[in-house]
């Protein structure tokens, strides 16, 4: 980090997307450099201050903004859509518009302002190849060999969706971690349980890779309702109820829309103090 922030402190939101927390630090205003013992040292809930990702804001010059995501575990994501989201929200309200465009590894997105206090965010086209999910191995993505034949879905980072006949029952702290590592997904996998209320509505519970369970999933919520989607379970418009609330998925011609809600809580500062005991 900056010579300046070891004196003065660090600048940080705190955000929610139904209930999916996350810390955000504006890299554009501290040049802070954030490392993985920073990130791992934030995300600890009782000596840091907590948080599902952590995102970090850059600026572009393609795009309105750049955003780099971290893990609790300090390994680094490709994407996260409810953090895209509360981020998008907040720089449109920032800046008085009711569009723009953020960059991740997924590319160019794109965000507006959905009305009702509600923020939608086009993540990209679902990833349907095998070496682009990744996976291990040549494999039906729609029927994984696996007990329970899940879907494999690509959105930036690998996802493991399986339809059960109640994803209440599911026992997230064992089955999660389980599928996560599963020799199948080179490079672990975040892991969905889901079953059909009706032809477009969903019940989905998260396990999410170097995090664990989570309220809620943005891009977890896109590959869920596409896997529904390409097994003849659902439409592709369809409201996904999770465990933090409801968030509505559209699979459109050009990418997965999500819309939902999108929550700052507070700003603070982290003290010079606790920057120089990581």
Do not use: Y
Not at 48 to 70: K, M, P, S, T
Not at 85 to 98: H, N, Q, S
Not at 125 to 153: F, K, M, N, Q, S
Request: aromatic share 6%.
């Amino acid at each position: 980090m900056s010579s300046d922030t070891a004196q003065t402190g660090l600048p940080f939101m705190k955000m929610h997307g139904l209930g999916n927390d996350f810390v955000v630090i504006d890299a554009r205003e501290t040049g802070a450099e954030v490392t993985a013992p920073l990130a791992r040292a934030l995300a600890d809930r009782h000596r840091g201050v907590g948080f599902d990702q952590l995102a970090v804001i850059h600026a572009d010059d393609e795009a309105d903004l750049r955003l780099v995501f971290f893990n609790a575990d300090g390994s680094l994501s490709a994407t996260c859509g409810n953090a895209t989201r509360c981020i998008a929200r907040w720089e449109m309200d920032r800046r008085g518009v009711a569009a723009l465009t953020l960059r991740t590894e997924r590319g160019l997105l794109a965000a507006e302002d959905a009305g009702g206090g509600l923020t939608s965010v086009n993540m990209g086209p679902p990833v349907l190849d095998w070496r682009g999910v990744p996976l291990a191995e040549d494999v039906d993505l729609d029927h994984l060999p696996i007990p329970g034949a899940p879907v494999a879905t690509g959105m930036g980072n690998p996802h493991c969706t399986f339809f059960v006949e109640d994803a209440e029952a599911v026992d997230l702290s064992t089955e999660g971690p389980r599928m996560e590592h599963h020799p199948l997904f080179p490079e672990r996998t975040n892991v969905q349980f889901a079953h059909v209320i009706g032809p477009d509505h969903l019940r989905m519970r998260v396990w999410e890779r170097g995090t664990g369970i989570t309220l809620a999933s943005g891009s977890s919520s896109c590959a869920t309702a596409v896997a529904a989607a390409r097994r003849g379970l659902t439409g592709q418009r369809v409201r996904i109820t999770l465990d933090g609330g409801d968030i509505f998925i559209d699979w459109r011609e050009d990418g997965v829309w999500m819309t939902g809600p999108a929550a700052h809580v507070f700003s603070g500062v982290l003290t010079p103090a606790w920057l120089g005991s990581v």
